[in-house]
């Protein structure tokens, strides 16, 4: 059970973001029995509203996306604890109704589904409606900022009402299995971690890949971007748990410690690199799995002239410390690609003697080609697990080695649904545990990396590439002096 006295504030409890995540997240700890009998949700928008209107939504929107998670008597114990306060966040006066809704013997947290924008206007009325008190925490959602000046910004402004172990600035990412498995797999054993630098390591592929275009968010989407979008938090927090140095123990503090040592020796990219280290792309028309679609500036909504914003974009970075030094480390991701999948896939360096022949065989015809290195890869989504590829004996008369998988999948070894990020999160959130947050710290170290990219984008024209493929060939100029390719799979 989750400590008690804990009630929930939900800015932007009527937006996308609760509807599809938050709300289900915090269904499914109360089905799980995760959350406290008296703990409270105040669901907090600016619609006039009445709470029982608001819970008949909600429960409508729940049941169509849980389907068959979806339980009436779990539903009838959950809605109870909903209580909806209509409040505009620009009226410091109406910040009274959640004044008098909290209880000084409990703790508020406060969630902000908000745009960061809003972010320094509700903490101040907060404070002077003085809904904040030394036990509250705050919860922000990406993205912290729109550039590195701007994300000080923010994190300064929230800094004036809260303290930083009291601020949880959420990647939902950090709260999936197999990116927390990257410090197990890592720590745990001896085999994998005595491998893990350079001197076994040829290259670290990290990519994030949607079918999906920008679903009609076109004007929001072309003042963000992809670079913004999931390089500054996502691809780096996944750079971050694949190569930080070993914390000294399993605590919030010290594994954050370790992740921003790591952001801190990346080598800087600058105008006179960024050429060399940096891809960007925009989706033209084409089809997707035989369906038709528009390309970037004909979505809905779209500028009539042209965009410079990236829908794909690709970087190879470096970390320049004792154990990542010389090894590059390619980060890709975009839009309308050919498969919905995030994967880290560490390339391992060939033996330095090739005494054996190996096969590669497809549709029953089979090439001899040289020895191929070992892959070990982490699969995010959509099917979560850990695959590592080897050169076997390949049955027969004749020595020659084929690449076989041994695979780790959570669905087939547990035979069970993994929570979603957000129920792991919301739950952390409620104990107290900031392990799987970003520190004020870390969100500008991010954005110290990828903000010489966005100086320099009148350098990085973007190129376009058909939809349903893998970005575009210029994205593989990143390879060069690398040992290997894009995994396309």
């Excluded at 049941?63 to 009436?72: A, E, F, P, V």
């Excluded at 923010?154 to 009402?161: A, C, I, Q, R, W």
């Excluded at 038709?292 to 009539?304: C, K, L, N």
């Amino acid at each position: 059970m989750s400590s008690s006295k804990i009630d929930l504030v939900l800015f932007g409890a009527r937006g996308d973001l609760s509807r599809r995540k938050l709300f289900p997240a915090l269904y499914q700890l109360d089905k799980a029995d995760l959350l406290s009998d008296d703990t409270r949700i105040a669901a907090v928008a600016r619609q006039e509203l009445e709470t029982v209107d608001f819970v008949e939504q909600m429960g409508e929107t729940l049941k169509t996306n849980l389907g068959k998670d979806w339980d009436d008597k779990i539903w009838s114990r959950f809605k109870k604890r909903i209580e909806y306060i209509r409040i505009e966040f620009s009226e410091k006066e109406q910040f009274n109704a959640l004044r008098e809704w909290s209880d000084d013997s409990r703790t508020l947290i406060f969630y902000m589904a908000t745009p960061p924008s809003m972010f320094g206007i509700i903490c101040k009325h907060l404070d002077e409606a003085n809904c904040i008190d030394s036990k509250s925490r705050i919860v922000l959602e990406k993205p912290i900022g729109h550039d590195l000046k701007s994300s000080k910004e923010v994190n300064d402004t929230v800094g004036e009402f809260f303290s930083e172990s009291s601020i949880y600035r959420i990647d939902h990412y950090l709260g999936k299995e197999t990116v927390q498995n990257l410090l197990a797999l890592r720590f745990a054993n001896r085999l994998i971690h005595s491998q893990w630098d350079n001197s076994c390591i040829d290259h670290i592929q990290i990519t994030a890949a949607e079918t999906v275009g920008i679903e009609g968010r076109w004007t929001y989407y072309d003042g963000v971007g992809q670079l913004r979008d999931m390089v500054q938090n996502h691809l780096l927090q996944l750079l971050s748990m694949v190569a930080m140095e070993p914390p000294n123990k399993v605590e919030a503090d010290e594994i954050r410690a370790e992740k921003v040592k790591l952001l801190r020796a990346m080598t800087p990219i600058n105008k006179d690199n960024v050429a060399d280290q940096a891809v960007r792309g925009q989706y033209s028309a084409g089809w997707i799995s035989g369906d038709p679609v528009v390309g970037y500036m004909e979505e809905e909504g779209a500028a009539e002239d042209s965009s410079n914003t990236e829908t794909f974009v690709a970087l190879k970075v470096f970390v320049d410390n004792w154990r990542w030094a010389g090894v590059p480390i390619l980060l890709r991701t975009g839009k309308r690609m050919a498969k919905k999948t995030t994967e880290v896939a560490v390339q391992f360096k060939v033996p330095p003697l090739q005494l054996f022949q190996q096969v590669e065989c497809e549709d029953d015809v089979c090439d001899i080609t040289r020895i191929k290195p070992n892959t070990l890869i982490f699969q995010i989504q959509p099917n979560e697990g850990i695959f590592l590829k080897v050169g076997t004996k390949r049955p027969g008369m004749r020595f020659v080695v084929e690449d076989v998988k041994m695979d780790f999948s959570y669905s087939e070894t547990w035979n069970k649904s993994l929570p979603e990020a957000y129920e792991r999160l919301l739950l952390d959130t409620l104990h107290g545990d900031s392990t799987l947050f970003t520190r004020s710290d870390e969100v500008e170290a991010e954005w110290r990396i990828v903000q010489p990219v966005l100086d320099n984008v009148d350098h990085l024209k973007p190129f376009t590439y058909p939809p349903g493929e893998w970005g575009m060939s210029e994205a593989d100029w990143l390879f060069h002096g690398v040992e290997g390719r894009w995994r396309n799979e």
